[in-house]
C-alpha cells in the first residue's frame, strides 16, 4: 500500500501548484493589460491623427477656392466693366470680374463672388451675385473658428481694416489666414492654421 501512495505522490511532482497556477496567472494578467494599454494607446493615436488630416483638409480646401477666386479679381479685358473689390473687412471679401468679355457686370459666369466667416455657425461661405436678386449662398468649408483678411497697396503698406472706399482700388494684394478647428474622441480640442498670400494681377492693370 505504501508503495502504491509513493508512486502518486511521485506522479504528481510533475503537476502545477495552487502557487504556481496564481503566479502564471498574475503574470498574464499584467501582460494582457500592457497590451491593451497599448492597443488603446494607439487607437486613440490613430483617431487624433485622423482627427488633424480633418482639419489640415479643411482648411487647405478653404484656402484654395478663395486663392483660386480673388486672383482673377478686377478681370476686365475691354476696360469697360469697372471690375474690382468691392468690399474689403476683416472677415469678409466681395469682388468683381469681367468672366464672359462682354461691357459690364453681370450675374452670370461668376462676376460678382464673396466670401466671409459666418462666426455664428462656424463656417467659410461663398455668394454668387450678392446684393442682387440672383444672390446664392453656400457653405464650403464648416469647423472654421477663425478667417481674416489683410489688404496691402503696391508698396506692401496695410490699407486698414476695414479698407475705405476710396481705398479699394490700390489694393494689390490679399492674406488670407483661417484657422479650422476639430475635437478628437477625447474631447480635446486643436486648431490647425494655414495663411498664404494672394497677388491680384489684374488689379494692376
Not at 136 to 143: A, F, G
Request: glycine share 6%; charged share 20%; net charge neutral.
Amino acid at each position: 500500500m505504501w508503495s502504491k501512495v509513493r508512486q502518486l505522490v511521485n506522479l504528481n511532482n510533475d503537476a502545477f501548484t495552487l502557487v504556481e497556477f496564481l503566479i502564471v496567472v498574475a503574470v498574464a494578467g499584467i501582460v494582457i493589460g500592457a497590451i491593451y494599454g497599448i492597443f488603446v494607446s494607439s487607437n486613440r493615436s490613430y483617431h487624433t491623427q485622423d482627427r488633424v488630416v480633418d482639419a489640415q483638409q479643411r482648411v487647405r480646401a478653404g484656402i484654395d477656392f478663395m486663392v483660386r477666386d480673388i486672383r482673377i479679381a478686377g478681370f476686365d479685358p475691354q476696360g469697360t466693366a469697372n471690375a474690382g473689390i468691392e468690399v474689403a473687412a476683416a472677415s469678409k471679401l466681395r469682388f468683381t470680374a469681367d468672366m464672359n468679355r462682354v461691357n459690364g457686370i453681370e450675374n452670370t459666369d461668376r462676376e460678382r463672388i464673396t466670401y466671409e466667416l459666418d462666426s455664428a455657425n462656424n463656417r467659410l461661405r461663398q455668394c454668387l451675385y450678392e446684393g442682387t436678386g440672383s444672390q446664392s449662398w453656400q457653405t464650403l468649408t464648416d469647423n472654421v473658428s477663425a478667417l481674416s483678411f489683410t489688404y496691402l497697396d503696391a508698396d506692401g503698406n496695410n490699407l486698414g481694416n476695414p479698407v475705405a472706399a476710396a481705398d479699394l482700388a490700390n489694393i494689390r494684394t490679399v492674406l488670407i489666414s483661417m484657422t479650422c478647428q476639430e475635437t478628437d474622441a477625447g474631447g480635446q480640442t486643436f486648431t490647425r492654421t494655414l495663411n498664404t498670400r494672394v497677388i491680384c494681377r489684374n488689379l494692376s492693370l
